[in-house]
């Protein structure tokens, strides 16, 4: 056990603590207990991340580099996955705890019931915070919520979990930080700071490209559903009656597959390219912050600092946008049957989009409090 105190984040929706009276909240409290009757220790948990404690001990924990004592610990529901800010948390931290080789300090807790991540169902669109969590070695609490909290079934899942948790602490590694991997693979020498930060600078405006491609492809997709309405009206106005807006819904989604495979291809690119450098990155911001650059490289991770931002202030819009329109295919995906398995790819590939916004989000905030200073002016 090492000397700093254990400190867990408690991710959940306040709504699934309510509807289950309570139960949520109260088990952090129980494994709290439990591991410090096992370890001597007490383990801190933080629940309400509306609190300054949550996000004063969050940000502190990510900036000054995650240890084998800092866990999060998602309560994994249907709700949950709704949660945009739950979703962010598992992703932020996902990515730090990766950039230092720490992934088993993500510690899901299936809940409820969630289909997609226990079994792949192809009418199911992929789901990235899913397979995140996936990955791990989460809990399965489906039926044991339904337990009484004093049976023996209870109290010694309870303690197993508690136990699960000290025997982690005492296993985990030291932090390692990783790199971004070089993309030659034929050079034997790897890559210095500045030849990664050189290609990164290089890699940002494909990134903006592809979201640039998202939003058209969505806008062309708005522009065909507005040519559905407008037909839907005519069609009713001459007494077509449910023939006519039949044959029009057919007909949109024949004019539909191109776009809606093209943005499903670009969602999931988006995502996979930025979600397998973010630990390299954060490991660049990380280091940056350490002020050990010489000064060419101080000005090339400058430039790329300042990229970057340009890219978070400018894809934050779209993202706002894309939000919009994903709200307002969730109601137009209950209004044909016909139609429902293209919007649900439309609103899981703009999910993925949302979600890549996260990352670019996170290395805004951290390169903030980096100061590169002005060599420039010196």
Same mark, same amino acid.
């Given at each position: 056990?090492?000397?700093?105190?254990?400190?867990?984040?408690?991710?959940?929706?306040?709504?699934?603590?309510?509807?289950?009276?309570?139960?949520?909240?109260?088990?952090?409290?129980?494994?709290?207990?439990?591991?410090?009757?096992i370890?001597?220790?007490?383990?801190?948990?933080?629940?309400?991340?509306?609190?300054?404690?949550?996000?004063?001990?969050?940000?502190?924990?990510?900036?000054?580099?995650?240890?084998s004592t800092?866990?999060?610990i998602?309560?994994?529901t249907?709700?949950?996955?709704?949660?945009?800010?739950?979703?962010?948390?598992?992703?932020?931290?996902?990515?730090?705890?990766?950039?230092?080789?720490?992934?088993?300090?993500?510690? +899901?807790?299936?809940? %409820?019931?969630? *289909?997609?991540?226990? #079994?792949?169902? $192809? /009418?199911? !669109?992929?789901?990235?915070?899913?397979?995140?969590?996936?990955?791990?070695?989460?809990?399965?609490?489906?039926?044991?919520?339904?337990?009484?909290?004093?049976?023996?079934?209870?109290?010694?899942?309870?303690?197993?979990?508690?136990?699960?948790?000290?025997?982690?602490?005492?296993?985990?590694? +030291?932090?390692?930080? %990783?790199?971004? *991997?070089?993309?030659? #693979?034929?050079? $034997? /020498?790897? !890559?210095?700071?500045?030849?990664?930060?050189?290609?990164?600078?290089?890699?940002?405006?494909?990134?903006?490209?592809?979201?640039?491609?998202?939003?058209?492809?969505?806008?062309?997709?708005?522009?065909e559903?507005?040519?559905?309405?407008?037909?839907?009206?005519?069609?009713?106005?001459?007494?077509?009656?449910?023939?006519?807006?039949?044959?029009?819904?057919?007909?949109?989604?024949?004019?539909?597959?191109?776009?809606?495979?093209?943005?499903?291809?670009?969602?999931?690119?988006?995502?996979?390219e930025?979600?397998?450098?973010?630990?390299?990155?954060?490991?660049?911001?990380?280091?940056?912050?350490?002020?050990?650059?010489?000064t060419?490289?101080?000005?090339?991770?400058?430039?790329?600092?300042?990229?970057?931002?340009?890219?978070?202030d400018?894809?934050?819009?779209?993202?706002?946008?894309?939000?919009?329109?994903?709200?307002?295919?969730?109601?137009?995906?209950?209004?044909?049957?016909r139609?429902?398995?293209?919007?649900?790819?439309?609103?899981?590939?703009?999910?993925?989009?949302?979600?890549?916004?996260?990352?670019?989000?996170?290395?805004?905030?951290?390169?903030?409090?980096?100061?590169?200073?002005?060599?420039?002016?010196?």
């Amino acid at each position: 056990m090492t000397n700093e105190q254990p400190v867990g984040f408690w991710s959940y929706t306040h709504r699934d603590n309510d509807l289950d009276r309570g139960r949520i909240v109260r088990l952090s409290g129980q494994i709290a207990s439990s591991f410090e009757i096992i370890t001597g220790e007490p383990l801190e948990i933080f629940l309400d991340k509306n609190s300054l404690d949550w996000g004063e001990a969050w940000r502190m924990r990510l900036d000054s580099a995650l240890t084998s004592t800092t866990f999060l610990i998602p309560i994994v529901t249907p709700k949950f996955l709704m949660s945009q800010e739950c979703r962010r948390e598992v992703i932020t931290f996902a990515g730090h705890a990766a950039s230092l080789g720490l992934d088993e300090l993500l510690l +899901p807790i299936h809940y %409820v019931n969630v *289909p997609q991540l226990t #079994q792949r169902a $192809e /009418e199911c !669109p992929a789901d990235e915070v899913v397979e995140l969590i996936a990955k791990r070695q989460w809990v399965d609490w489906r039926d044991l919520r339904l337990e009484d909290e004093d049976s023996p079934a209870y109290r010694k899942a309870v303690h197993k979990l508690a136990q699960w948790l000290a025997k982690i602490l005492d296993a985990t590694p +030291p932090a390692t930080p %990783v790199a971004i *991997p070089p993309t030659n #693979q034929d050079n $034997e /020498e790897p !890559p210095g700071f500045l030849e990664i930060m050189t290609e990164m600078e290089a890699a940002l405006p494909a990134w903006f490209e592809t979201v640039q491609q998202f939003a058209e492809t969505i806008s062309r997709i708005g522009e065909e559903s507005t040519w559905a309405s407008d037909e839907i009206a005519t069609s009713d106005k001459r007494g077509g009656g449910f023939t006519g807006r039949m044959h029009v819904t057919e007909e949109l989604a024949s004019r539909l597959t191109e776009p809606v495979e093209k943005v499903d291809t670009l969602g999931a690119k988006y995502w996979a390219e930025l979600a397998a450098i973010d630990p390299g990155v954060i490991g660049i911001i990380r280091q940056a912050s350490e002020g050990n650059l010489s000064t060419e490289d101080r000005k090339v991770t400058r430039a790329f600092f300042k990229e970057v931002k340009g890219l978070a202030d400018t894809t934050a819009v779209t993202t706002s946008q894309l939000q919009i329109f994903s709200d307002s295919m969730a109601g137009a995906a209950q209004g044909s049957r016909r139609l429902r398995p293209q919007f649900k790819i439309i609103q899981a590939a703009v999910q993925k989009v949302i979600d890549s916004q996260t990352i670019i989000s996170e290395w805004s905030r951290m390169i903030n409090d980096v100061d590169l200073g002005d060599d420039d002016q010196q």
